[in-house]
C-alpha cells in the first residue's frame, strides 16, 4: 500500500490567499485525522472524521479553516484567509481501528 | 495544565547506553497509551502501544503507572539510529490522541 498521501509537500504563499491542502487515506481506513505541528505548540488535532463525517471539529482554530471528506479516499483542509501565524507542518493521518494512526508525509506550509 | 507533559530535553547519550523517559498525564479516565517516533522533518510513526502490565519489544520496554498517571520509555543499548523525538501519547474522547511536545534524543558515537 501507498501509505498516507498528501499533496502538496510543501507551499509557500502570500498572506490573504487561499490554501488547499490534499489527503488520500490508506485503502480500507475508516477514519481520517488532520493535525497542525509546530515548535511552540507540538502536535495538535485539528479535525477527525469517521466514515466521511466530520465527528470533532474542536481543534479547527477559527472560521478561516474548514474540512471536507467527500468520499472514503479524499479529504481537504483549506485555509481562507491565510495569514502568517497558520504557517506550520499539516499531518493528515487515518486509522481503521481505534489509536493506531498512520501519518502522512506532511505539508510544509510557509505563509509570508 | 497541559494533557500530556513531557521533558523536551535534549537527552545526549552516548551509544550503546541506557535511556528512559517519562511523561505525564492529566486525564485520569485515558485508557490507551503509546509512543511515537518522529525523526527530523519527518511524520510521527507508532513506535509502541504501552500496556498496564508493561511491554517489551527487543530494547525498548514501556511501562505504565496509572496510579501516578506516567508512562515510562526504556531504551537499552541504544544506537546511533534512535536518535529522534520520541512523543509521548494519550487517547482522549472516542478516537482522539493527544500528543505531548516530545522528548528529542540523540545518540552520540
Known amino acids: 500500500d501507498a501509505g498516507v498521501i498528501q499533496s502538496p509537500r510543501h507551499e509557500v504563499t502570500e498572506m490573504g490567499q487561499e490554501v488547499t491542502l490534499r489527503c488520500k487515506p490508506i485503502s480500507g481506513h475508516n477514519s481520517l485525522f488532520w493535525y497542525r505541528q509546530t515548535m511552540m505548540r507540538g502536535l495538535e488535532l485539528l479535525i477527525y472524521f469517521n466514515n466521511n463525517v466530520p465527528i470533532d471539529d474542536s481543534g479547527m482554530p477559527e472560521d478561516r479553516f474548514s474540512a471536507k471528506m467527500p468520499n472514503a479516499s479524499f479529504s481537504t483542509l483549506k485555509i481562507q484567509p491565510s495569514e502568517p501565524r497558520d504557517s506550520a507542518v499539516y499531518f493528515c493521518a487515518s486509522s481503521s481501528f481505534a489509536y493506531e494512526q498512520y501519518f502522512g508525509p506532511g505539508t510544509r506550509l510557509t505563509v509570508t | 495544565r497541559k494533557e500530556v507533559e513531557q521533558d523536551p530535553g535534549p537527552f545526549n547519550v552516548p551509544e550503546g547506553a541506557t535511556v528512559a523517559f517519562n511523561c505525564t498525564y492529566s486525564n485520569s479516565a485515558s485508557q490507551s497509551f503509546f509512543w511515537y517516533r518522529q525523526d527530523c522533518r519527518k511524520e510521527p510513526k507508532l513506535l509502541m502501544s504501552v500496556y498496564s502490565s508493561g511491554n517489551e519489544d527487543g530494547r525498548f520496554t514501556a511501562q505504565l503507572n496509572r496510579a501516578s498517571q506516567y508512562i515510562s520509555l526504556l531504551i537499552r543499548d541504544s544506537k546511533l539510529s534512535d536518535s529522534a523525538t520520541y512523543l509521548c501519547?494519550?487517547?482522549?474522547?472516542?478516537?482522539?490522541?493527544?500528543f505531548g511536545t516530545g522528548t528529542r534524543l540523540t545518540i552520540i558515537p
Open positions: 501519547v494519550v487517547n482522549g474522547r472516542n478516537e482522539k490522541l493527544t
